[in-house]
């Protein structure tokens, strides 16, 4: 093999050579995300400042990891810390496990616990992996409290259970755009997401033939005539 055959496997190589550099000086600068990214999660709280967590312990029944440990408890009547008759007395997320599926969010029946955009987590020590209530809770502006081993950016805390509206409650399109959850502490009410997609309903979602349309690949393929 001669040197100019060897030369010729570098051809990809050499012709990337003059292209214009795309890589991201990471961590330095990160790329903004979407608004509906999965990361890190909160837990809500009214205006008023009550929890929206009621304890019911489904987000821990349906996590398919098992790192959510909720515990429940009676609210006082004279010192509520939710509006329900229970509050979550024990809530804590075990992020060596968590997958990120998002069950959690979908299961929960108040919208208590949804999700911000971090995802770059450095711990030193297994403990701090395991967040409980008092460092999940938004605080007093409704906002994700920023632990020292989180690495937060700008847009990071913004829309933290945004992504959870791009869809109409149970699938049905007349409640497309319909505001149907409660408020939250330093947001107010949400705005609802108009869908997925500017097309009709008919045309974004068809009913077709399978067996038409490959019938119909067929046909144009052999020059109109079907074998």
């Keep these: 093999m001669g040197i100019f055959d060897g030369l010729k496997g570098f051809k990809v190589t050499l012709k990337q050579i003059a292209e214009p550099r795309v890589t991201g000086q990471y961590p330095k600068v990160k790329r903004p995300k979407p608004p509906r990214f999965h990361g890190r999660h909160v837990l809500n709280r009214y205006e008023d400042g009550m929890e929206k967590c009621i304890g019911c312990e489904l987000c821990a029944a349906v996590c398919p990891a098992r790192c959510i ?101 149970q699938g049905r399109p007349e409640f497309g755009g319909v505001v149907q959850w409660s408020s939250e502490l330093g947001f107010g009410e949400r705005a609802p997401e108009m869908g997925q997609s500017e097309l009709e309903e008919s045309k974004a979602s068809p009913v077709f033939s399978l067996r038409d349309i490959l019938a119909d690949k067929i046909f144009i393929r052999h020059g109109g005539n079907v074998r």
């Design 69 to 169: 440990h909720v515990r429940g408890r009676d609210n006082s009547p004279d010192d509520p810390v939710s509006p329900g008759e229970r509050f979550g007395y024990v809530y804590e997320i075990n992020y060596l496990r968590c997958i990120h599926c998002d069950l959690c969010v979908e299961a929960c029946p108040t919208e208590a616990i949804t999700e911000s955009k971090l995802f770059e987590f450095s711990f030193t020590n297994r403990q701090d992996a395991i967040y409980t209530k008092h460092e999940l809770v938004v605080d007093d502006e409704g906002m994700p409290q920023q632990l020292p081993w989180e690495d937060w950016r700008e847009g990071d805390a913004d829309l933290t259970s945004g992504w959870m509206r791009a869809t109409a409650a």
